[in-house]
Nanobody, 128 residues
Framework: QVQLVESGGGLVQAGGSLRLSCAAS????????MGWFRQAPGKEREFVAG????????YYADSVKGRFTISRDNAKNTLYLQMNSLKPEDTAVYYC?????????????????????WGQGTQVTVSS
């Protein structure tokens, strides 16, 4: 098992930047495929970005491509999401997720049911 704790959320003006972190504890972090999801009020939880175990492959939702960067530091057991050029529509609770399975292709990374472990979420609010 792995425990996930997100941090780094907050209030930022449109055009600003935030970096989210997800600290993992428990089983070896490098054995997990990771993802970031978000959920806005009244909406379903949606995929934001995913990264494979080594960090060599990354996937992004079209809505964040070119603005967000997912990365991981396996030595520090931490997942990151660098968010630049933030927009009001990025406002949501952001969750990190983990699975011990290998995932192939963006379609699989996008599927919430592929992930076994979830953090409690961190709020990101972007003001216009």
């Amino acid at each position: 098992q792995v425990q996930l704790v997100e941090s780094g959320g907050g209030l930022v003006q449109a055009g600003g930047s935030l970096r989210l972190s997800c600290a993992a504890s428990g089983r070896t972090f490098s054995s997990y495929t990771m993802g970031w999801f978000r959920q806005a009020p009244g909406k379903e939880r949606e995929f934001v970005a995913g990264i494979n175990r080594s960090g060599g492959n990354t996937y992004y939702a079209d809505s964040v491509k070119g603005r967000f960067t997912i990365s991981r530091d396996n030595a520090k057991n931490t997942l990151y999401l660098q968010m630049n050029s933030l927009k009001p529509e990025d406002t949501a609770v952001y969750y990190c997720a983990a699975t011990g399975n290998l995932l192939y292709g963006r379609t699989n990374y996008e599927r919430r049911l592929m992930y076994d472990y979830w953090g409690q979420g961190t709020q990101v609010t972007v003001s216009s």
